[in-house]
């Protein structure tokens, strides 16, 4: 595996499920993000890690949950969603999250349609 | 408020030249990056523009204008594959990256 993974790519869930996305980065970066992607919106900025510390939670309910076990793997956890949680749910990883020039790879995004 | 603008859709024809623009208006800036997007997959690194100026890479080339807050991305030689969405994202004084809603750029045979 290279680059950023992420499982399931695609989830169906019912309002009153509990469901965790997985994403894992094989760039041995300390940073990783989760980002939620709505159709025809700016990418929002969920949640930050560094160093497996989380640095930034963008005002995001507490529906979602983030854990970081250790800087390659990073879950999001998820309960009691609504319908316009429904999205795409992308993870990336930076080599760090300060600094200027800060590439972020992405993995592929779980679609997640909350019913 | 932070912001970044860029159109919604463009089209384009196979072999031709394209140009996306993207201004923003943030709280400080610490470079400019585009990212490109197919349908269904991940954002993928383009360009990363910090000075003024033109960045040339291969057929992609990017543009700086700091004091107009002011971006482009041209696209030369346009091939179908390049059908996909352009992403703008600018980062802050806290390195944090604000993010354009996006280009979808359509290439016409």
Known sequence: ?115 | GQNIDQPTEMTATEGAIVQINCTYQTSGFNGLFWYQQHAGEAPTFLSYNVLDGLEEKGRFSSFLSRSKGYSYLLLKELQMKDSASYLCAVMDSNYQLIWGAGTKLIIKP
Do not use: I
């Open chain 1, 1 to 115: 595996e290279t680059g950023v993974t992420q499982t399931p790519r695609h989830l169906v869930m019912g309002m009153t499920n509990k469901k965790s996305l997985k994403c894992e980065q094989h760039l041995g970066h300390n940073a990783m993000y989760w980002y939620k992607q709505s159709a025809k919106k700016p990418l929002e900025l969920m949640f930050v890690y560094n160093f497996k510390e989380q640095t930034e939670n963008n005002s995001v309910p507490s529906r979602f949950s983030p854990e970081c076990p250790n800087s390659s793997h990073l879950f999001l956890h998820l309960h009691t969603l609504q319908p316009e949680d429904s999205a795409l749910y992308l993870c990336a990883s930076s080599q760090d999250s300060g600094g200027a020039y800060n590439e972020q790879f992405f993995g592929p995004g779980t679609r997640l349609t909350v019913l």
